[in-house]
Protein backbone atom coordinates (compact mmCIF):
# COMPACT_ATOMS: atom_id res chain seq x y z
CA UNK A 1 0.00 0.00 0.00
CA UNK A 2 2.82 2.45 1.13
CA UNK A 3 4.99 1.08 -2.02
CA UNK A 4 1.65 2.36 -3.98
CA UNK A 5 1.12 5.84 -2.73
CA UNK A 6 4.84 6.20 -3.33
CA UNK A 7 4.69 5.21 -6.46
CA UNK A 8 1.61 7.60 -7.50
CA UNK A 9 3.63 10.45 -5.68
CA UNK A 10 6.72 10.42 -7.68
CA UNK A 11 4.76 9.25 -10.83
CA UNK A 12 2.89 12.50 -10.28
CA UNK A 13 5.69 14.35 -9.44
CA UNK A 14 7.27 13.46 -13.06
CA UNK A 15 4.49 14.25 -15.06
CA UNK A 16 4.38 17.84 -13.59
CA UNK A 17 8.38 18.29 -14.02
CA UNK A 18 7.44 17.09 -17.69
CA UNK A 19 4.59 19.47 -18.73
CA UNK A 20 6.64 22.52 -16.70
CA UNK A 21 9.88 21.79 -19.11
CA UNK A 22 8.27 21.10 -21.91
CA UNK A 23 4.82 23.50 -20.98
CA UNK A 24 3.55 25.03 -24.63
CA UNK A 25 5.72 23.55 -26.45
CA UNK A 26 4.27 19.62 -26.67
CA UNK A 27 3.89 19.16 -30.70
CA UNK A 28 -0.24 18.15 -29.53
CA UNK A 29 -0.68 21.91 -27.45
CA UNK A 30 -2.25 24.96 -28.80
CA UNK A 31 -0.05 26.95 -26.89
CA UNK A 32 3.22 25.70 -28.68
CA UNK A 33 4.72 28.82 -29.61
CA UNK A 34 5.17 27.78 -33.01
CA UNK A 35 1.56 26.57 -33.64
CA UNK A 36 0.43 30.11 -32.08
CA UNK A 37 3.15 32.19 -34.49
CA UNK A 38 1.38 29.82 -37.72
CA UNK A 39 -1.87 30.92 -36.28
CA UNK A 40 -1.10 34.41 -35.92
CA UNK A 41 0.28 35.17 -39.46
CA UNK A 42 -1.89 37.61 -41.92
CA UNK A 43 -1.16 39.30 -44.69
CA UNK A 44 -0.25 42.94 -44.07
CA UNK A 45 -0.53 45.45 -46.67
CA UNK A 46 -0.26 48.78 -44.72
CA UNK A 47 2.83 50.02 -42.70
CA UNK A 48 4.28 52.64 -40.55
CA UNK A 49 7.58 54.52 -42.01
CA UNK A 50 9.76 52.37 -39.18
CA UNK A 51 12.54 50.76 -40.93
CA UNK A 52 13.31 47.33 -40.09
CA UNK A 53 16.87 46.29 -38.67
CA UNK A 54 19.35 44.04 -40.71
CA UNK A 55 18.93 42.16 -37.92
CA UNK A 56 15.48 41.20 -38.20
CA UNK A 57 15.92 40.94 -42.24
CA UNK A 58 18.74 38.27 -41.64
CA UNK A 59 16.69 36.09 -39.37
CA UNK A 60 13.84 36.16 -42.17
CA UNK A 61 16.07 35.50 -44.95
CA UNK A 62 17.97 32.80 -42.40
CA UNK A 63 14.27 31.13 -42.10
CA UNK A 64 13.36 31.55 -45.30
CA UNK A 65 16.20 29.18 -46.60
CA UNK A 66 15.79 26.30 -43.84
CA UNK A 67 12.93 25.65 -46.01
CA UNK A 68 12.29 22.42 -47.60
CA UNK A 69 13.47 21.49 -50.59
CA UNK A 70 13.08 19.00 -53.28
CA UNK A 71 16.67 17.02 -53.63
CA UNK A 72 17.64 20.03 -51.23
CA UNK A 73 18.80 22.03 -54.50
CA UNK A 74 18.15 25.39 -52.78
CA UNK A 75 16.95 26.85 -55.97
CA UNK A 76 15.99 30.35 -54.55
CA UNK A 77 17.98 33.48 -54.38
CA UNK A 78 16.88 37.09 -52.88
CA UNK A 79 16.68 40.90 -53.59
CA UNK A 80 15.94 42.93 -50.74
CA UNK A 81 15.13 46.47 -51.91
CA UNK A 82 14.70 49.38 -49.87
CA UNK A 83 15.36 52.36 -51.70
CA UNK A 84 11.65 53.44 -51.75
CA UNK A 85 12.61 55.10 -55.01
CA UNK A 86 13.23 52.39 -57.23
CA UNK A 87 9.58 50.61 -56.39
CA UNK A 88 7.74 52.70 -59.14
CA UNK A 89 10.54 51.32 -61.95
CA UNK A 90 11.19 47.46 -60.48
CA UNK A 91 7.37 47.14 -60.48
CA UNK A 92 5.87 49.26 -62.94
CA UNK A 93 3.77 45.82 -64.09
CA UNK A 94 0.58 45.37 -62.50
CA UNK A 95 0.85 45.52 -59.31
CA UNK A 96 -0.94 47.46 -55.97
CA UNK A 97 1.70 49.91 -55.57
CA UNK A 98 -0.10 51.28 -52.35
CA UNK A 99 0.85 47.80 -50.85
CA UNK A 100 4.91 48.52 -51.47
CA UNK A 101 4.71 52.43 -50.49
CA UNK A 102 5.37 52.10 -47.19
CA UNK A 103 6.90 49.11 -46.65
CA UNK A 104 10.24 49.02 -45.34
CA UNK A 105 12.38 46.42 -47.61
CA UNK A 106 10.04 44.76 -50.67
CA UNK A 107 11.49 41.26 -51.19
CA UNK A 108 11.50 39.24 -54.82
CA UNK A 109 12.00 35.47 -54.11
CA UNK A 110 13.69 34.46 -57.31
CA UNK A 111 14.17 31.00 -58.53
CA UNK A 112 16.68 29.03 -60.50
CA UNK A 113 14.60 27.30 -63.05
CA UNK A 114 17.31 25.00 -63.54
CA UNK A 115 19.56 22.19 -62.23
CA UNK A 116 22.81 20.96 -62.52
CA UNK A 117 23.32 17.58 -63.97
CA UNK A 118 25.34 15.61 -61.42
CA UNK A 119 28.70 15.46 -62.55
CA UNK A 120 28.25 17.81 -65.79
CA UNK A 121 28.10 21.69 -66.36
CA UNK A 122 24.70 20.67 -68.74
CA UNK A 123 21.70 22.40 -66.68
CA UNK A 124 18.60 20.90 -67.24
CA UNK A 125 14.87 21.92 -66.21
CA UNK A 126 14.14 21.95 -62.42
CA UNK A 127 10.53 20.64 -62.13
CA UNK A 128 10.16 21.44 -58.06
CA UNK A 129 10.94 24.99 -58.10
CA UNK A 130 7.53 26.63 -57.60
CA UNK A 131 7.26 23.89 -54.49
CA UNK A 132 10.74 24.95 -53.19
CA UNK A 133 9.94 28.83 -53.85
CA UNK A 134 6.21 28.29 -52.15
CA UNK A 135 7.79 26.65 -48.46
CA UNK A 136 10.58 29.19 -48.73
CA UNK A 137 8.03 32.30 -49.04
CA UNK A 138 6.03 31.18 -46.54
CA UNK A 139 8.99 30.62 -43.47
CA UNK A 140 10.14 34.29 -44.77
CA UNK A 141 6.63 35.22 -43.59
CA UNK A 142 6.37 32.99 -40.59
CA UNK A 143 9.70 34.80 -39.32
CA UNK A 144 7.97 38.33 -39.99
CA UNK A 145 5.24 37.42 -38.34
CA UNK A 146 7.57 35.92 -34.96
CA UNK A 147 9.45 39.35 -35.15
CA UNK A 148 6.44 41.61 -34.99
CA UNK A 149 6.50 43.10 -38.54
CA UNK A 150 4.12 42.56 -40.98
CA UNK A 151 4.40 41.30 -44.41
CA UNK A 152 2.55 40.20 -47.19
CA UNK A 153 3.31 37.54 -50.37
CA UNK A 154 2.40 39.04 -53.49
CA UNK A 155 1.96 37.19 -56.51
CA UNK A 156 4.68 37.53 -59.30
CA UNK A 157 5.05 34.40 -61.32
CA UNK A 158 3.52 33.43 -63.87
CA UNK A 159 2.09 36.67 -64.46
CA UNK A 160 3.72 37.83 -67.45
CA UNK A 161 3.59 41.56 -66.94
CA UNK A 162 4.36 41.49 -63.20
CA UNK A 163 7.69 38.99 -63.84
CA UNK A 164 8.57 40.76 -67.06
CA UNK A 165 9.80 44.37 -65.43
CA UNK A 166 10.97 42.97 -62.37
CA UNK A 167 13.60 40.57 -64.31
CA UNK A 168 14.87 43.36 -66.60
CA UNK A 169 14.99 45.92 -63.80
CA UNK A 170 16.78 43.85 -60.97
CA UNK A 171 18.99 41.93 -63.67
CA UNK A 172 17.93 38.21 -63.20
CA UNK A 173 19.89 35.94 -65.27
CA UNK A 174 17.98 34.45 -68.36
CA UNK A 175 17.43 31.25 -65.90
CA UNK A 176 16.18 32.87 -62.69
CA UNK A 177 12.48 34.02 -62.35
CA UNK A 178 10.88 35.83 -59.71
CA UNK A 179 8.60 34.51 -57.99
CA UNK A 180 7.06 35.85 -55.05
CA UNK A 181 7.22 39.29 -53.62
CA UNK A 182 6.77 40.22 -50.29
CA UNK A 183 6.24 43.58 -48.69
CA UNK A 184 7.53 43.41 -44.98
CA UNK A 185 7.26 46.28 -42.28
CA UNK A 186 5.60 47.47 -39.29
CA UNK A 187 1.73 47.03 -39.30
CA UNK A 188 0.53 50.37 -39.29
CA UNK A 189 -3.17 48.82 -37.77
CA UNK A 190 -4.34 45.52 -35.81
CA UNK A 191 -4.88 43.11 -38.08
CA UNK A 192 -6.06 39.93 -37.43
CA UNK A 193 -5.49 36.36 -38.84
CA UNK A 194 -8.60 34.79 -40.75
CA UNK A 195 -9.85 31.59 -39.19
CA UNK A 196 -9.56 28.82 -42.52
CA UNK A 197 -10.26 25.87 -40.43
CA UNK A 198 -12.54 23.53 -42.08
CA UNK A 199 -12.96 20.19 -40.77
CA UNK A 200 -14.99 19.35 -44.23
CA UNK A 201 -11.45 19.99 -45.94
CA UNK A 202 -9.78 16.85 -44.10
CA UNK A 203 -10.61 12.76 -45.09
CA UNK A 204 -9.69 10.30 -43.21
CA UNK A 205 -8.68 7.08 -44.44
CA UNK A 206 -10.38 8.04 -48.39
CA UNK A 207 -11.92 10.74 -49.66
C1 LIG B 1 0.34 32.61 -54.18
C2 LIG B 1 -0.18 33.82 -53.47
C3 LIG B 1 -0.34 35.00 -54.17
C4 LIG B 1 -0.80 36.15 -53.55
N1 LIG B 1 -0.86 37.31 -54.26
C5 LIG B 1 -1.28 38.43 -53.66
C6 LIG B 1 -1.27 39.66 -54.37
O1 LIG B 1 -0.86 39.73 -55.52
N2 LIG B 1 -1.70 40.77 -53.72
C7 LIG B 1 -2.14 40.73 -52.42
O2 LIG B 1 -2.52 41.79 -51.90
N3 LIG B 1 -2.15 39.58 -51.72
C8 LIG B 1 -1.72 38.43 -52.30
N4 LIG B 1 -1.68 37.25 -51.58
C9 LIG B 1 -2.15 37.21 -50.19
C10 LIG B 1 -3.54 36.60 -50.11
O3 LIG B 1 -4.49 37.51 -50.61
C11 LIG B 1 -3.83 36.21 -48.65
O4 LIG B 1 -2.89 35.26 -48.22
C12 LIG B 1 -5.23 35.65 -48.48
O5 LIG B 1 -6.20 36.63 -48.72
C13 LIG B 1 -5.45 35.06 -47.10
O6 LIG B 1 -5.22 36.04 -46.10
P1 LIG B 1 -4.14 35.85 -44.97
O7 LIG B 1 -2.78 35.81 -45.61
O8 LIG B 1 -4.30 37.07 -44.10
O9 LIG B 1 -4.43 34.59 -44.24
C14 LIG B 1 -1.18 36.10 -52.18
C15 LIG B 1 -1.03 34.91 -51.48
C16 LIG B 1 -0.53 33.79 -52.10
C17 LIG B 1 -0.32 32.52 -51.30
Not at 36 to 61: A, G, Y
Not at 81 to 102: E, P, Q, W
Not at 185 to 202: C, F, L, Q, V, W
Request: proline share 4%; with cysteine; hydrophobic share 40%.
Amino acid sequence: MRKTIIRSVFAGLATVIIASCCGGNTATSNENDAIKNIMSRKSVRSFTDEKITDEQMDIMLKAAMAAPSGMNLQPWSFVVLTDTSRYDKVFAGNFNMKVFKDAAAVVVFCADTTQAVRGTEERVPNTLWRDDLGACTENFLLAAESLGLGAVWTACYPIADRMGTVKTCLNLPAEVLPYSIVAVGHPDTENMPKDKYDASRIHIEHW
